[in-house]
């Protein structure tokens, strides 16, 4: 059963008079609290926004070293009823707004033609000691799917250091719950990593000029399940370098995330079971043919 779309959040809501994309803030964690100490969150607070309308300040903003959280003193706080701890210095990300990030919601908006919008966003994220930007958006219609390595790979996106995404659950309350966050390493790895909830990727990759299709699904409890392919064998699969795939911070290469599968004398990779219906936002994922085949 896939998930219905409660349409709960009008659209215009998302746009100020000029018929520009404001940015939604979100929660203001803690300030000025002793170690060990427990504090209670209420959601409905605010983060931290920053105002950027010139490139030079968006470059030297994301340039920002952060300080090493290696040996900090920890806070305990509770937030909707769950304990969670963070370093006494730890930087708080800010919600980024002005004339950059609406040309980046722009562009994002024209790039995403098969759906539309609830929500868009721009927020600060921590990658290699630095302050990176990285996008958060609600989908219209969750069933439908999104090729998010398109959005990532856009002129604009690549300009101002854009590389990653965070799809928000559809919601009717202002607290945002991630689903899925899409992220793109060092090494041009694309991290796929999920939150909350259940989701359908297609993936199509190159091997010797084949073209190789998989459709797999993965979920919040670190399951990674095989659905079907186009006859992908197991050395095609393990040639597929460029994407890792699980729960949060537990990411792993597409053959090692399957390889409870592989079974001996097997060459092509089958499921052990006819695959089942899950509630999914669909996701699709991909490379360019025409760019595949260049590089062999």
């Known amino acids: ?43 409905e607070d605010k983060n931290e926004e920053v105002s950027i309308d010139d490139d030079e300040k968006w470059f030297k903003h994301f ?16 937030v909707n009823g769950r304990y969670e701890y963070k370093h006494a210095n730890k930087y708080d990300s800010k919600n980024v707004v002005g004339a950059i990030a609406q040309k980046i919601a722009k562009d994002v908006k024209e790039n995403i033609k098969d759906n539309t919008l609830e929500y ?13 930007p990285a996008l958060r958006i609600m989908l219209g219609d969750p069933t439908k799917s999104i090729n998010v390595v398109d959005v990532l790979n856009s002129d604009i996106c690549r300009k101002y250091g854009v ?31 999920v939150a909350n909830g259940s989701y359908y990727m297609t993936l199509n990759w190159y091997v010797e000029g084949k073209e190789c299709k998989m459709k797999i699904s993965i979920s919040d409890n670190g399951s990674v399940e095989f659905i079907e ?52 936002i669909q996701i699709i994922t991909g490379v360019n043919k025409q760019a595949a085949l260049s590089k062999l």
């Open 229 to 280: 392919s186009n006859g992908v064998t197991w050395e095609q699969l393990a040639a597929h370098k460029e994407v890792k795939v699980g729960r949060q911070y537990e990411a792993k290469p597409l053959y090692e995330a399957l390889s409870y599968l592989k079974r001996e004398g097997s060459e092509v990779i089958k499921g052990f079971y006819p695959s089942t219906s899950v509630e999914s």
């Open 1 to 43: 059963m896939v998930v219905d779309n409660p349409k709960a959040i009008n659209n215009q809501d998302y746009f100020d008079k000029s018929n520009r994309f404001y940015l939604r803030l979100k929660d203001n964690f803690f300030k000025n609290l002793s170690p060990d100490s427990k504090v209670s969150i209420d959601s």
């Open 163 to 193: 590389d990653g995404i965070t799809l928000l659950l559809p919601s009717k309350s202002k607290c945002e719950t991630r689903g899925i966050r899409c992220r793109v390493d060092e090494n041009g790895t694309r991290i796929y990593e």
């Open 120 to 132: 868009i966003g721009i927020k600060e994220s921590r990658k290699k000691g630095k302050i990176k």
């Open 63 to 78: 340039s920002t070293v952060l300080p090493n959280e290696e040996g900090q003193e920890k806070y305990r706080y509770e």
